[in-house]
Each structure stands twice: as C-alpha cells, then as structure tokens.
C-alpha cells in the first residue's frame, strides 16, 4: 500500500464500520474500570481469574524490580535470562506435568516460534478454520503448505491427512476458540494425529487456568496426557494476570525452539519482574480454587437468563459468551449504547470473525456478583431490542 492510499483506505473502513479506536483506560484491570473519568461495568477484560490487580502480584512485580530492576537488558540468549525466569520455567513445567517450558514474551511470538522453527518447505500444516491469527501467521511464515479444515471437524482433519505426503505434518488448533468460546474436541484430534503421526498443537490460551480441576487447561479437562499433545501454548495475560507466554513439551522440543525460534532468540526477554509476579499468580492458581468455582457459577447464571430473555447466545460453556448480532451496524451501535450505559463489551466485527457473523464479545470474570450480571442481562434486552 502506497503511502498516498492510505487516507482512502482508511475512510473506507470508517464507511464499512471497521474502525477500530483504542479505549484509554484510567486505573487498573477490574470488575469495574474508569474511561473519561466515568465508572463503566466491565465485560470484555480476559483477565478471567480477577488476578490482573491482586495486590500479592503488585507486591511481587514490585520486590522483583527491587531485585532486578526494570528492564532485562537483553535476550535470553545473550544475559537477560535470570533465576526468575528460569524459576518460572521449571513451574511452569511441573504445573503442567512436562518436562520443560519456556518463555516467550507474547503468545503470538510463541505460535509463530514453534511453527517456523519445526517446519519447513514441502511440510503441511493443518489448522482450523478459526484458530487465532497468530496460528494462521505462523503457519504461513513457516513456508509449509497451509491447509484449513472445518472447523471442530476431526473427520475433516482426517481426509487432509491421509491425502498428506509430507514428511513432517504439524496439526494446530486453539484450545477455546477465542471469538466463539467452544472447546476444541482435542481428544479427537489426537487420535487422529496418531494414526497419521501428525504433531498436535494446542494454544490454550483461554483454556490455561481456568479449565480442568486443577486449572491445567483444555487438556486437563479432556484428560489428555503429552503424549496425545505433545506441543501445549499457554499464554500468561489472560486468566493468569501478567504477561507472556509459554511452550510446554519434551527436553528436545524446548531445546529445538531455543536453537531454532526466531522469535525466542531474537527478542529482549520479558521483565524478571514480570516472571516474579507471575509466579505468585501461579500459586494462586493451585491454592484458591473458588476462582475457578465462582466463574463457573457465573457462566451458568449468564446462560439461564440470558436464554430466557431471549438472547441469541452461541454454543459456548467457557468465559467467552458471544451474542450473535450478526449485522455489522446494529453491532456497533449496540455496543456504543452499552458503553454509554456504563456497559463496556466489544464488537466483534469482519475480518476478525467471518461475513454476517457480527457479535458482542462477552467475557466473564470470577469476580463478577450476581448483580453485575443481572444488570448485563437487563441493558443487553434493553440495546438488543431497541
């Protein structure tokens, strides 16, 4: 795009109603968060845990920069890999009951690490159809030959394997599909993975902390152990409160991305205190299981009324509770209404979801009360129907 196209290309998306403006947030993540001086009821943070502000991690993040300071001073692989990612790594892994995992500093740099560094020309790469771009990134800067299947399709999956000749094939999928809140049927996909000796990837990115007994994710609640999915994502801005990501595998996985991941070894490593405050969130995570409890509860409590008033909901058991609006106007301005309610949900709009398919992405938080979700469930009729 040339620099005189850019005026054009941009009042073509205010015409279409793609624009994307930023929210200038005032304070911290929370229930509840200040934009322009004005108190709005939050509904579309991942921060799924109510983590984000607990005042251990603030603690942590601050004896941590006591410790280590601010920045890290370089990548891993040259001196900014201190004991407190390092500390991190080996808890990461045991949480996970893997032998190793690392860092990286996004869950975007994360995908695109793994898939260039395993795969080459002449291999394949098989994705669902509404994995998150970072997959479909990743998989097109690999070189492989990018194949898509229908989405939560394992019969699909399988054609396209069989029809494979490439020596290394490499299946991804998101865990909880970030735009609709389904599970992947990731017990599924391993079996098929088996047959055809088909690496699995799982991004667990809304999975990780929240699924499972313990908080271990999509794969905990699907009982799967590493050996149906050998390479796990998890990322630790969403339910866990800080920032990052991680890849969780075998010895030799990790020590592959170490050598080969562009996008580990060519990047400054995240603030150690960062990984300090992380760490506390980590053990959060295993000792208060309400977190997990309570969003449950609250999930289901959205469900029931927002059925019975009659909202067009998706088929989601997860945080994510998207209500289909499915026109690209009526979405915008319905969440413009919300937010001038004191309601904050995003719209979800093309090319991020497909054609006709506009949504009010709802996330729920396990520090939300009954309350806050009943008066969701009474401005959404009130927007919906006007």
Not at 89 to 95: D, V
Not at 231 to 240: D, F, N, P, R, S
Not at 282 to 305: S, Y
Not at 330 to 335: I, L, P
Request: hydrophobic content about 40%; proline content about 3%; charged content about 20%.
């Amino acid at each position: 795009m040339r620099a005189d196209q850019l005026a054009s290309y941009l009042a073509q998306l205010q015409q279409q109603q793609r624009y994307r403006s930023r929210l200038v947030v005032e304070g911290p993540q929370g229930v509840t968060v200040s934009i322009a001086n004005k108190a709005h009821l939050n509904f579309c943070s991942n921060d799924y845990l109510g983590l984000a502000a607990h005042p251990d991690l603030i603690t942590a993040l601050q004896r941590g920069a006591d410790q280590y300071g601010v920045g890290s001073g370089a990548s891993h692989l040259i001196n900014g890999h201190s004991s407190a990612h390092h500390a991190l790594e080996e808890e990461l892994a045991e949480f996970v009951q893997r032998p190793r995992a690392l860092l990286f500093s996004t869950g975007y740099m994360a995908n695109l690490g793994v898939m260039t560094a395993l795969l080459e020309k002449g291999d394949h790469v098989f994705e669902d159809r509404l994995n998150h771009a970072s997959l479909l990134d990743g998989g097109l800067l690999s070189q492989a030959r990018l194949q898509r299947y229908a989405h939560n399709d394992a019969q699909a999956l399988h054609g396209k394997l069989a029809a494979s000749q490439a020596h290394t094939k490499l299946v991804a999928s998101d865990g909880v599909f970030s735009m609709d809140g389904d599970i992947a049927a990731v017990s599924q996909l391993a079996q098929v993975c088996h047959q055809h000796a088909a690496w699995l990837m799982i991004d667990d990115a809304h999975g990780f902390g929240v699924l499972g007994k313990s908080g271990r994710g999509t794969l905990e609640a699907q009982q799967l152990t590493p050996d149906d999915v050998p390479i796990l994502m998890g990322t630790l801005g969403k339910a866990i409160g800080t920032f990052g990501a991680f890849i969780a595998g075998s010895e030799e996985l990790i020590e592959t991305l170490i050598q080969r991941a562009r996008s580990y070894i060519y990047t400054t490593a995240m603030p150690a205190a960062i990984a300090e405050a992380t760490r506390v969130s980590l053990r959060l995570l295993t000792t208060e299981a309400w977190r997990r409890e309570k969003l449950q509860q609250n999930i289901q409590r959205f469900r029931q009324l927002a059925s019975s008033a009659g909202l067009p909901l998706m088929d989601s058991q997860t945080a994510i509770q998207p209500v289909m609006l499915g026109e690209v106007g009526r979405t915008v301005a319905a969440s413009v209404q919300l937010r001038q309610r004191g309601i904050l949900i995003s719209a979800i709009r093309p090319p991020t979801v497909p054609e006709g398919t506009a949504r009010l992405r709802i996330t729920l938080s396990s520090l939300h009360e009954s309350a806050h979700i009943d008066r969701l469930i009474d401005e959404l009729q009130h927007v919906c129907k006007a």
